[in-house]
Antibody, heavy 120, light 106 residues
Framework: QVQLVESGGGVVQPGRSLRLSCAAS????????MHWVRQAPGKGLEWVAV????????YYAESVKGRFTISRDSSRNTLYLQMNSLRGEDTAVYYC?????????????WGQGTLVSVSS | SYALIQPPSVSVSPGQTASITCSGD??????ASWYQQKPGHSPVLVVY???KRPSGVPERFSGSNSGNTATLTISGTQGVDEADYYC?????????FGGGTKLTVL
């Protein structure tokens, strides 16, 4: 069965960096685009970034462009999100989600999420 | 910028039909998906490509999309359907979620 397990969240000071990981199993990782989606406390879902199946195409929400970098390692079946210059408004649960296709479409499986708290 | 607009809340009596709308400019020219999220849980896909239902999702969930509005319909709503619902659409280089609708079954 499809499993997505996020890790790497925690408390970090504003301006610092954090790297999230998402370990994927139960499917052919290199055959799907992958997303990061976040949810601030008590708020709705906000798409963060997508990386296509081969890692060549990456797209970001305007709110994180230039600060966050999405990447994938198919040899490890792992998705990453490098977050730099963190701000208070980046505080959220971060979910990784599998896209149904090799490029951008709908997400069909989600992980359990990892909480990132940006605070001094 | 492009936005998907959902009503913040919808209320329905058990056994009745609930309709949750998602509005966006020419949304009918794109595909819409819908997600259910219960408190403390991750979102779950309930409708994709406007009208299709993933395996395991009850038949009472259905979707439509035309013009500027996509609609999620829950027929014979049950108490277990009480949750937040989010619509989603995408272009090649961006994904957008609606603001979410809290469905109350009372």
């Amino acid at each position: 069965q499809v499993q997505l397990v996020e890790s790497g969240g925690g408390v970090v000071q504003p301006g610092r960096s954090l790297r999230l990981s998402c370990a994927a199993s139960g499917f052919s990782f290199s055959s799907h685009a992958m997303h990061w989606v976040r949810q601030a406390p008590g708020k709705g879902l906000e798409w963060v970034a997508v990386i296509w199946y081969d890692g060549r195409n990456k797209y970001y929400a305007e709110s994180v462009k230039g600060r966050f970098t999405i990447s994938r390692d198919s040899s490890r079946n792992t998705l990453y999100l490098q977050m730099n210059s963190l701000r208070g408004e980046d505080t959220a649960v971060y979910y990784c989600a599998r896209d149904n296709k090799v490029t951008t479409s709908w997400t069909d499986y989600w992980g359990q999420g990892t909480l990132v708290s940006v605070s001094s | 910028s492009y936005a998907l607009i959902q009503p913040p809340s919808v209320s329905v009596s058990p056994g009745q039909t609930a309709s949750i709308t998602c509005s966006g400019d020419k949304l009918g020219n794109k595909y819409a998906s819908w997600y259910q999220q219960k408190p403390g849980h991750s979102p779950v896909l309930v409708v994709y490509q406007d009208t299709k239902r993933p395996s395991g999702v009850p038949e009472r969930f259905s979707g439509s999309n035309s013009g500027n509005t996509a609609t999620l319909t829950i027929s014979g709503t049950q108490g277990v359907d009480e949750a937040d619902y989010y619509c989603q659409s995408w272009d090649i280089n961006t994904v957008l979620f609606g603001g979410g609708t809290k469905l109350t079954v009372l």
